[in-house]
């Protein structure tokens, strides 16, 4: 029963907010939603595989950040004469998986806890792309990045379309591969799975750098997005996408939870921040709403008999 319940909570969530605004149930607002949910459930899926391990990934904002700048810097844009096409979005792609990369390994092999790890690699890579920038911002002129946002299938646009496919992907690897089966044998008990014969510095690095190419293709849908590359691009997503992995019914303590629960998690997030404006409830007031909702989903994410000690 635990496990639908944020389905239920959708589910109550949609008819409270349309008996009090039926606009909520129009396609257009539909599609608004769609779009501020594109980009946090790609994220969302790269931190749902960190947090089944037991682990943390704080770089969210410096990986999407530094591909958005670099992306805007390498496509066909107002600042030189670069034009790599579909080079700059596999360029992206491999710096995100290495960025996630030297997160696991410095993880593993240094023993650093994933927290401060990627605390520090999140700042680098804000850090990096100012560097890059200077403080400017760079538009993006490339008809194949900003069709991402602009150009529709069905209605929706492609961006939308991307980021199902990413959830395609995340559920083929967490369901139907060796990866998948090990992420979840480690955050049930890391000790165990070690004498099961897994791999678990493999397993975590592996994990980290998947992590990493989710990220970088949520850069490349917020440079798309917003038809820019700058070096604020990235604020605030982190809490959106740890909020929305958490709300979704994925455990914190690792072991329990899915790619599919992390969706119906971005879509509480978002409905309840789309339903707050309809009803015309003040942005200090929703921030507020938020910060409650993660501390409840937490709070009821948690088994209390297993925990002796509250760290």
Not at 206 to 225: D, K, P, R, S
Not at 267 to 296: H, K, Y
Request: charged letters at 10%; hydrophobic letters at 60%; proline letters at 3%.
């Amino acid at each position: 029963m635990a496990s639908w319940a944020p389905v239920i909570v959708l589910v109550l969530l949609c008819i409270i907010i349309a008996i009090i605004n039926p606009n909520f149930l129009s396609f257009g607002n539909f599609v608004r939603i769609s779009q501020s949910a594109m980009i946090p459930l790609v994220l969302g899926l790269g931190a749902t595989f960190i947090i089944l391990m037991g682990s943390i990934d704080l770089s969210v904002e410096g990986v999407l950040t530094l591909a958005a700048v670099i992306l805007s810097m390498l496509v066909l844009n107002g600042a030189n004469g670069n034009d790599y096409g579909l080079l700059a979005l596999l360029a992206v792609l491999v710096i995100g998986a290495a960025v996630g990369f030297v997160n696991g390994v410095i993880h593993v092999k240094l023993k650093v806890p994933s927290f401060m790890t990627t605390l520090g690699t999140w700042f680098i890579g804000v850090g990096a792309a100012n560097a890059l920038l200077g403080g400017m911002a760079i538009r993006i002129n490339d008809p194949m990045i900003r069709g991402l946002a602009i150009e529709r299938f069905l209605g929706f646009p492609r961006g939308v379309w991307l980021a199902l496919a990413c959830l395609g992907v995340a559920l083929v690897i967490q369901n139907y591969t060796r990866l998948g089966r090990h992420i979840y044998a480690l955050g049930g008990g890391e000790e165990l799975a070690a004498l099961s014969g897994i791999s678990v510095a493999r397993v975590r690095i592996m994990a980290f750098t998947l992590a990493g190419v989710f990220y970088a293709i949520g850069g490349i849908l917020a440079a798309a997005q917003l038809g820019l590359g700058n070096a604020q691009i990235g604020n605030g997503r982190l809490f959106t996408t740890v909020t929305a992995v958490v709300v979704g019914g994925t455990a914190l303590s690792g072991g329990q939870g899915s790619v599919l629960q992390t969706l119906v998690g971005v879509l509480i997030v978002v409905v309840l921040a789309n339903g707050m404006v309809l009803m015309g409830v003040p942005p200090s007031v929703q921030i507020g709403v938020q910060g409650l909702m993660i501390i409840a989903a937490v709070a009821l994410s948690i088994d209390r008999k297993l925990m002796r000690i509250v760290k």
